[in-house]
T-cell receptor, first 113, second 114 residues
Framework: KNEVEQSPQNLTAQEGEFITINCSYS?????LHWLQQHPGGGIVSLFM???GKKKHGRLIATINIQEKHSSLHITASHPRDSAVYIC???????????????FGKGTKLSVKP | KAGVTQTPRYLIKTRGQQVTLSCSPI?????VSWYQQTPGQGLQFLFE???????NKGNFPGRFSGRQFSNSRSEMNVSTLELGDSALYLC?????????????FGSGTQLSVL
């Protein structure tokens, strides 16, 4: 079983829809990143959070460390949001003094106009 | 401010050779981390350097090594290349002392091993 599970793996939405991507993990973590990867490979860090909720524009990320779960929400989705979204928890005791980054397999989002 | 720069962008090598990839972080960033991305395994963490010291290391064989220079530029070396080393290699830099502040990624080096 993977340490990090994301759902869904693929998601197709119509422009304007509210989107939720979920991330569950089985190891102890200190915080978690949400990353966005566009076709062509470029990765952008969207959020790093260790508790509660963060909001940036139409993006909202939430985390419950105790329940080992995080969600990424996109309000009023747009075709330019089409990308792969990757959950990346910071695994405590993962071999380094401050933990190591582990990754979900990603959720491929396609937003149709 | 210039972003994270990785060179070369593409590289083709044959089995058994070695390769060195370069990463120049954003000016002022002292942490540089490296990642391997393949279609099968997805993203995996290789190692992280801060002020010329390796602070954290992922679960990769010793053929994968790296270093960081006093100007924070970093290099990653893979010796005795195997077909399975074909991947996109990404580096990221961050500004804070903590390893996992906001990460800024380069465009990556696409390595093909024939």
């Amino acid at each position: 079983k993977n340490e990090v599970e994301q759902s869904p793996q693929n998601l197709t939405a119509q422009e304007g829809e509210f989107i939720t991507i979920n991330c569950s993990y089985s190891v102890g973590i200190s915080a978690l990143h949400w990353l966005q990867q566009h076709p062509g490979g470029g990765i952008v860090s969207l959020f790093m959070l260790s508790s509660g909720k963060k909001k940036h524009g139409r993006l909202i990320a939430t985390i419950n460390i105790q329940e080992k779960h995080s969600s990424l929400h996109i309000t009023a989705s747009h075709p330019r949001d089409s990308a792969v979204y990757i959950c990346a928890p910071i695994h405590l005791g993962g071999g380094g003094s401050q933990g190591n980054l582990i990754f979900g397999k990603g959720t491929k989002l396609s937003v149709k106009p | 401010k210039a972003g994270v720069t990785q060179t070369p962008r593409y590289l083709i090598k044959t089995r058994g050779q070695q390769v060195t990839l370069s990463c120049s972080p954003i000016s002022g960033h002292r942490s540089v981390s490296w990642y391997q991305q393949t279609p099968g395994q997805g993203l995996q963490f290789l190692f992280e350097y801060f002020s010329e010291t390796q602070r954290n290391k992922g679960n990769f064989p010793g053929r994968f090594s790296g270093r960081q220079f006093s100007n924070s530029r970093s290099e990653m070396n893979v010796s005795t290349l195997e077909l399975g080393d074909s991947a996109l290699y990404l580096c990221a830099s961050s500004a804070g002392d903590s390893i996992w502040e906001k990460l800024f990624f380069g465009s990556g080096t696409q390595l093909s091993v024939l």
